[in-house]
């Protein structure tokens, strides 16, 4: 060989070398972990200075950490349909407890995206809805969509069966109902590890995947059930919160509802549960203790992430499907519009960017076009979320003027904008309207609504929200029979 080829041979390798090199370098992983019924309000690095959460402290410290990301769908269902299948609940009609399947045809979603391009993509546990309890009793797929996967896992846990000091609260005034199934606050302190419990498996299952596939792309779901009721975790957990006479419970407004509309009381409150300042305090405590337990699981994953050498291949995310409210305004629960319940914790760590805090309005929706983007990979214009990864170079961009979210099973919409909360019932208003103003009323006790004042507000938001809407249902799912009635009035299953 002459030595000007031998310099064009090598140049070639070069250059190939070069395109590996950069490929590799969008080639992320992605591990996107996600905690069921999470308000960003119980965790220490959204300011909770009761519940210690270090493992999700320290992802927060090298990402960046979402202050105002909103759900699309305040329950399970809806929420969980949206941000794996790319659109709002309202365009897919996915309002309940189904996969979106049926009603996306062939599109593929968030995880099958990366699937298609030849990443290993699975789930442990709960991605798409499965109810808690029985799901995770009965260790099945639930609402899932098996095409979305490479392979699937489920973890099998006895919940409110677990042998330990469990109590009903709910309902259960004089205290004669032992430890029950169902969606029902019920605290037990379990006997054994965290080995018994369906998150202890699926941190364990999610590890092996992760040194199993470590030298290919992967998309991996992990999900974890807890602080989903019942609220069980082993009894390590439990003793920063006990007694639980010690839990602070937010302050008590007098006339708090006075001036919500019907609609906007929660499903759930102290009163319809019947639960006492006691067992209020031990709500709290007994959700602490399994967001403890739940941020020991995350941390056995970001362990094998890292000891498998993935620091820098992984996009890490951290979220929750929707928030849950701990007894603000006497509600408890999900499904409720306000802050505590449709913001969620929302945690990004890219390899190489900068840890931030952003408050920018966020969706769990932007997800799927933003880890594409950020992974080289197409990203399909019918998406309805948007490509935030801006935020991840400079965290005061802002993508959105308001976040959208919805109840469904209230026919609640949520408009959030930077100073105002605006809730809506009905689509024509019929069921009344609230009007918050975040900058003052940050914690939403005094509703402007009906403020002669804030009319003018109040009709422009009307206005905003028919327009969303009408936005929402206009995307290339055409026509599609929106189905907004659950069968029947259940209560939420997951
Ligand atoms: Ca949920």
């Given at each position: 060989m002459r030595f000007s080829t031998f310099l064009l041979v090598l140049s070639f390798f070069g250059a190939l070398h070069t395109t590996q090199a950069e490929e590799k370098k969008t080639n992320y992983n992605?591990?996107?972990?996600?905690?069921?019924?999470?308000?960003?309000?119980?965790?220490?690095?959204?300011?909770?200075?009761?519940?210690?959460?270090?493992?999700?402290?320290?992802?927060?410290?090298?990402?960046?950490?979402?202050?105002?990301?909103?759900?699309?769908?305040?329950?399970?269902?809806?929420?969980?349909?949206?941000?794996?299948?790319?659109?709002?609940?309202?365009?897919?009609?996915?309002?309940?407890?189904?996969?979106?399947?049926?009603?996306?045809?062939?599109?593929?979603?968030?995880?099958?995206?990366f699937?298609n391009n030849g990443y290993y993509?699975?789930?442990?546990?709960?991605?798409?809805?499965?109810?808690?309890?029985?799901?995770?009793?009965?260790?099945?797929?639930?609402?899932?969509?098996?095409?979305?996967?490479?392979?699937?896992?489920?973890?099998?846990?006895?919940?409110?069966?677990?042998?330990?000091?469990?109590?009903?609260?709910?309902?259960?005034?004089?205290?004669?109902?032992?430890?029950?199934?169902?969606?029902?606050?019920?605290?037990?302190?379990?006997?054994?590890?965290?080995?018994?419990?369906?998150?202890?498996?699926?941190?364990?299952?999610?590890?092996?995947?992760?040194?199993?596939h470590k030298d290919k792309p992967f998309?991996?779901?992990?999900?974890?059930?807890?602080?989903?009721?019942?609220?069980?975790?082993?009894?390590?957990?439990?003793?920063?919160?006990?007694?639980?006479?010690?839990?602070?419970?937010?302050?008590?407004?007098?006339?708090?509802?006075?001036?919500?509309?019907?609609?906007?009381?929660?499903?759930?409150?102290?009163?319809?549960?019947?639960?006492?300042?006691?067992?209020?305090?031990?709500?709290?405590?007994?959700?602490?203790?399994?967001?403890?337990?739940?941020?020991?699981?995350?941390?056995?994953?970001?362990?094998?992430?890292?000891?498998a050498g993935l620091n820098e291949k992984t996009i890490?995310?951290?979220?929750?499907?929707?928030?849950?409210?701990?007894?603000?305004?006497?509600?408890?629960?999900?499904?409720?519009?306000?802050?505590?319940?449709?913001?969620?914790?929302?945690?990004?760590?890219v390899p190489g960017k900068?840890?931030?805090?952003?408050?920018?309005?966020?969706?769990?929706?932007?997800?799927?076009?933003?880890?594409?983007a950020l992974c080289g990979l197409e990203?399909?214009?019918?998406?309805?979320?948007?490509?935030?990864s801006?935020?991840?170079d400079?965290?005061?961009?802002?993508?959105?003027?308001?976040?959208?979210?919805?109840?469904?099973?209230?026919?609640?919409?949520?408009?959030?904008?930077?100073?105002?909360?605006?809730?809506?019932?009905?689509?024509?208003?019929?069921?009344?309207?609230?009007?918050?103003?975040?900058?003052?009323?940050?914690?939403?006790?005094?509703?402007?609504?009906?403020?002669?004042?804030?009319?003018?507000?109040?009709?422009?938001?009307?206005?905003?929200?028919?327009?969303?809407?009408?936005?929402?249902?206009?995307?290339?799912?055409?026509?599609?029979?929106?189905?907004?009635?659950?069968?029947?009035?259940?209560?939420?299953?997951?």
């Amino acid at each position: 060989m002459r030595f000007s080829t031998f310099l064009l041979v090598l140049s070639f390798f070069g250059a190939l070398h070069t395109t590996q090199a950069e490929e590799k370098k969008t080639n992320y992983n992605v591990l996107f972990i996600i905690s069921d019924d999470l308000t960003a309000t119980a965790l220490s690095c959204y300011g909770n200075k009761v519940c210690k959460t270090p493992n999700i402290d320290r992802l927060a410290a090298r990402g960046t950490r979402y202050t105002r990301a909103y759900c699309q769908g305040t329950y399970c269902g809806p929420s969980r349909a949206s941000f794996m299948s790319g659109y709002y609940p309202h365009a897919t009609g996915v309002l309940g407890y189904r996969s979106p399947r049926p009603n996306i045809g062939n599109r593929v979603t968030w995880s099958q995206h990366f699937k298609n391009n030849g990443y290993y993509a699975a789930r442990v546990s709960k991605i798409y809805h499965m109810g808690v309890p029985i799901g995770i009793e009965q260790g099945s797929h639930g609402a899932d969509d098996e095409a979305s996967w490479t392979e699937r896992f489920n973890s099998q846990g006895p919940e409110w069966r677990a042998p330990g000091d469990g109590e009903t609260l709910q309902n259960n005034p004089d205290g004669k109902k032992p430890a029950v199934g169902g969606n029902t606050f019920v605290v037990v302190e379990a006997d054994g590890d965290d080995l018994v419990h369906s998150d202890g498996k699926t941190a364990k299952k999610a590890a092996e995947l992760i040194h199993l596939h470590k030298d290919k792309p992967f998309w991996l779901g992990v999900g974890f059930a807890r602080p989903h009721v019942p609220f069980v975790a082993p009894r390590s957990y439990y003793p920063p919160f006990k007694p639980y006479s010690k839990m602070v419970l937010p302050p008590k407004v007098k006339g708090d509802w006075d001036d919500i509309p019907k609609a906007g009381i929660n499903y759930c409150t102290s009163l319809n549960m019947k639960m006492d300042i006691r067992r209020q305090k031990k709500a709290v405590g007994g959700y602490y203790a399994s967001v403890a337990y739940m941020d020991a699981q995350v941390g056995k994953v970001l362990d094998a992430l890292e000891q498998a050498g993935l620091n820098e291949k992984t996009i890490v995310i951290f979220t929750s499907d929707h928030g849950f409210h701990l007894g603000e305004h006497d509600f408890w629960a999900k499904v409720s519009l306000r802050e505590e319940s449709a913001a969620v914790p929302m945690i990004i760590s890219v390899p190489g960017k900068k840890p931030a805090v952003c408050h920018s309005l966020v969706e769990l929706l932007d997800l799927f076009p933003t880890v594409s983007a950020l992974c080289g990979l197409e990203v399909p214009d019918r998406l309805q979320g948007r490509d935030i990864s801006q935020t991840l170079d400079d965290p005061k961009h802002e993508v959105r003027t308001s976040a959208f979210s919805v109840a469904p099973m209230r026919k609640g919409f949520l408009l959030r904008e930077d100073k105002w909360a605006y809730i809506q019932y009905q689509e024509d208003a019929s069921g009344g309207m609230e009007l918050f103003d975040m900058e003052k009323d940050p914690k939403q006790y005094t509703n402007l609504a009906k403020d002669p004042g804030h009319a003018k507000k109040v009709e422009e938001f009307k206005a905003k929200l028919t327009a969303k809407l009408k936005e929402v249902r206009n995307n290339d799912l055409k026509a599609l029979p929106v189905k907004p009635k659950p069968k029947r009035k259940s209560k939420p299953k997951g």
